[in-house]
């Protein structure tokens, strides 16, 4: 049942299709569209379309997370999308929220009076805090600084519609882009060098998903200390539960997608531990943007140059996996100097900022 909102606008729970070719898929691949839409809008960049067949697996709710989506229309149309994750982690107060319509259709009330409604979703659910993670395009005019004191981004329409909503901006992830070219690899191969000197009590390993089922639980102990170890600011971050059935549900969702990822770890070779990683990750366009996913070095490994280790070798593997890959885009927090430092050395160059906002619940 559609929802009312405004001057002609309505809110359309989504029910998921079970494939994207369905016959009664039409409404999501009209939405899969639109999402794309929205984004090259939002970010006036293109590599994170995605084909209806690998947008699915992203919205179904699964083990770990409940997940609604509906449907935005004005006068019938579809405009955008708005989806919440309920994390099922224990004692999570944290519903994660986001409004994406098309900015044709900005300034009309229409996210206002979406607002009440993603709220609804998360007291159902138990849930006091709302957090969203929104891009934005560069721009010249004023800024507004995260409370971290590190970075900012602009104070557009998106920074006013969210902080009249009661969000406040508590960190800022630097968007980079790394021109894969002759000059990239040979900057890898130097500080590779350079990093084996500095961790002669690690080696390299390295594949292409599916993991290896002796490597499953040190993987799933790395993800889950994802939520703990990375630079989080003052956001609600509930510590996730990983195992090695997690881990083998991520990479078939990965498969279904028709996307393919490799995984670079750092072993201690005297204890066997896996102690750092990263993950390369690209669609069935091979010469389409690659994107860096997760990447730590563990607290207790830190000072090793392991994430410099990792990511160089990396890069240098992934052309033999995606040789005509044009370019990798890789987001951080801007307080995480360590891995900007390798990011920066490596050359990448900053392209857009992403806020990470917090919302608390009366």
């Known amino acids: 049942m559609s929802i009312t909102l405004i001057d002609g606008a309505t809110l359309h729970p989504l029910v998921l299709p079970a494939r994207a070719d369905a016959a009664d898929a039409g409404e999501f691949r009209e939405l899969s569209r639109v999402r794309n839409e929205v984004y090259r809008e939002l970010t006036g960049r293109t590599e994170q379309d995605l084909a209806p067949e690998a947008l699915l697996p992203l919205l179904r709710s699964r083990a770990e997370r409940t997940t609604v989506v509906w449907a935005v229309r004005v006068d019938g149309e579809m405009v955008g999308r708005t989806v919440v994750d309920i994390p099922h982690e224990e004692g999570s107060r944290v519903a994660i929220a986001a409004i994406e319509i098309h900015p044709r259709v900005w300034g009309r009330g229409i996210g206002t009076a979406i607002m009440p409604h993603i709220e609804a979703v998360a007291r159902e659910h138990g849930r006091s805090v709302i957090q969203n993670w929104t891009e934005q395009q560069a721009s010249s005019g004023s800024r507004l600084d995260a409370r971290t004191g590190f970075g900012s981004v602009p104070d557009d329409h998106v920074a006013r ?159 033999e996996v995606a040789p005509s890959s044009r370019d ?14 390798i990011n920066e050395a490596l050359g990448f160059t900053a392209i857009a900022y992403e806020g990470a906002w917090k919302k608390e619940l009366s």
């Open 161 to 319: 519609f969210l902080t009249r909503h009661g969000f406040t901006l508590e960190q800022v992830y630097r968007v980079s882009r790394l021109d894969l070219d002759v000059d990239a690899w040979d900057r890898a191969r130097d500080l590779l060098d350079d990093a084996r000197r500095f961790s002669t009590e690690y080696r390299v390993l390295q594949w292409t998903v599916p993991t290896p089922a002796e490597h499953l639980d040190g993987y799933a102990w790395l993800k889950s200390r994802m939520s703990t170890d990375a630079p989080s600011a003052d956001l609600e971050t509930d510590e996730e539960s990983w195992d090695a059935a997690r881990v083998t549900a991520a990479e078939e969702r990965i498969a279904e997608m028709a996307q393919t990822m490799q995984v670079t770890f750092a072993q201690h070779i005297a204890t066997g531990e896996l102690a750092a990683f990263t993950e390369l990750g690209i669609g069935p366009d091979l010469t389409a943007t690659t994107h860096q996913h997760d990447t730590l070095v563990l607290k207790e490994h830190r000072g090793n140059r392991l994430g410099q280790l990792v990511k160089c070798a990396a890069l240098l593997a992934w052309a």
């Open 328 to 341: 990798v885009i890789t987001y951080n927090a801007e307080e995480n100097r360590p891995m900007l430092s």
